[in-house]
């Protein structure tokens, strides 16, 4: 586990991007949930690993048995349970847990969805019964790019093998039969440059785990405002200000 992650994420204590304001153009026509509705039931059993603060869960899974939700923060999984609360009709229990240390025994899920996440192919492999079924969508080193280029850092900027070739190869070195990969571009359109430093402020983009050694507090310091405005004049649009958005799906069968 990263101390500093576990940090980062336990101080944010939630994943909801409600007050920030912009707009979605999907370019591509994958959509995460949709795989998870396709490949479940009503009798399906569900695990949903690094699930934040339920919000995307709880507001988009489809019906199922049961869904069991973790994320390795505590406070995370307190807003999950407290965001739970306004969705009494949803089958889902909330719990924590690493996605590197899981604890479940074999061969018990139907299905496990992955989303933004850290994974190991093998766990979930282990866990999940014959036949059944990983729906992961993750974030591409090429996400952002633009930005990224300009401040010259960023989420998985000086990768050497981009993380959607390691999990595809993770997959299929666990065992999965079947592996479909698949790049989901989205454009994202900013309503204001507050709206689009919200996002900044919250998430890591501009920020790879692996290189962050100062606290929080410093990371809420490390967005040069010049860069920023730089960004801005070359990307404002009518729609609001673009940032291109840049994800990949899997959809792995054991
Ligand atoms: C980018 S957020 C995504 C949250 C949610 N899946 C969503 O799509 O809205 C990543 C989440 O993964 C959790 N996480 C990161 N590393 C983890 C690990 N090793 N085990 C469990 N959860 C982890 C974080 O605490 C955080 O809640």
Not at 225 to 241: N, P
Request: include cysteine; proline fraction near 2%.
């Amino acid at each position: 586990m990263k101390e500093n992650e576990l940090e980062y994420y336990s101080k944010v204590a939630n994943w909801d991007f409600s007050e920030i304001k912009y707009e979605e153009e999907y370019l591509t026509d994958w959509e995460y949930f949709d795989q998870i509705k396709k490949n479940t039931n009503e009798k399906s059993l569900c695990l949903d690993i690094g699930t934040g603060g339920g919000e995307k869960v709880l507001k988009k899974y489809p019906n199922v048995r049961m869904l069991i939700a973790t994320d390795f923060s505590k406070e995370m999984v307190y807003t999950a349970k407290e965001n739970a609360k306004k969705y009494p009709e949803k089958n889902v229990k909330f719990g924590v847990m690493d996605n590197l240390k899981m604890t479940f025994p074999g061969e018990l899920f139907d299905l496990v969805s992955a989303r933004h996440t850290v994974i190991d192919a093998k766990q979930i492999y282990n866990c999940l019964t014959k036949g059944g079924v990983l729906v992961i969508e993750g974030v591409d080193q090429k996400d952002c790019w633009e930005l990224k280029k300009l401040f010259r850092k960023g989420q998985g900027y000086k990768d050497k093998k981009a993380l959607s070739e390691k999990d595809y190869e993770d997959l299929l070195n666990a065992g999965f039969s079947k592996v479909e990969k698949v790049k989901i571009k989205i454009n994202e359109y900013y309503k204001t440059e507050e709206d689009l430093m919200a996002l900044l402020l919250k998430v890591p983009i501009l920020d790879d785990f692996s290189e962050i050694e100062d606290s929080f507090e410093e990371h809420l310091k490390s967005i040069d405002q010049d860069i920023f405005e730089e960004y801005v004049k070359k990307f404002k649009t009518e729609k609001g200000i673009l940032l291109e958005r840049v994800l990949y799906g899997i959809v792995a069968r054991k």
